[in-house]
C-alpha cells in the first residue's frame, strides 16, 4: 500500500503562484511514476503531470502550456507541483497520485492505484 498526502492548496489571485507538495510512505517508490490530476467543478478529471524516480517528466501541455512544474524529492519521498502565472481556469481540486510504471508514465487515470485526499486550489479573477 501507498499512503498519499496532498498540501499547498489555497485561495490565490490570478497570476499568482502555489506549491502543492504530496508526500508518500507505504513502500519503496522507486518503482513508481508519481501525478497531478485535477478536477474542477462539473467537469471530469484530467493529467495534469507525472513524473519517475529518475525525474523524467510529462505535461498536459494544452492545459499547463510551461507554468506547472513537476518535481520529486526522493530522499523526502514528496512530490510537488509548482504552478505559476495561475488562472481561474485553474481552480479545482488537485489530487496526486501514484502508479507501478515499467515503461511509459500513463496519463489515463484510471490505471494510478493510489490516490491522495485532493487539495483545493482556488485561484480568483
Known amino acids: 500500500q501507498v499512503q498519499l498526502v496532498e498540501s499547498g492548496g489555497g485561495l490565490v489571485q490570478a497570476g499568482g503562484s502555489l506549491r502543492l507538495s504530496c508526500a508518500a510512505s507505504g513502500r519503496t517508490l522507486s518503482s513508481y511514476a508519481m501525478g497531478w490530476f485535477r478536477q474542477a467543478p462539473g467537469k471530469e478529471r484530467e493529467f495534469v503531470a507525472a513524473?519517475?524516480?529518475?525525474?523524467?517528466?510529462?505535461y498536459n501541455i494544452d492545459s499547463v502550456k510551461g507554468r506547472f512544474t513537476i518535481s520529486r524529492d526522493n530522499a523526502k519521498n514528496t512530490v510537488y507541483l509548482q504552478m505559476n502565472s495561475l488562472k481561474p481556469e485553474d481552480t479545482a481540486v488537485y489530487y496526486c497520485?501514484?502508479?507501478?510504471?515499467?515503461?511509459?508514465?500513463?496519463?489515463?487515470?484510471?490505471?494510478?492505484?493510489?490516490w491522495g485526499q485532493g487539495t483545493q486550489v482556488t485561484v480568483s479573477s
Open positions: 513524473i519517475r524516480w529518475r525525474g523524467v517528466s510529462i
Open positions: 497520485a501514484a502508479v507501478l510504471v515499467d515503461t511509459l508514465i500513463p496519463t489515463n487515470q484510471n490505471e494510478y492505484a493510489y
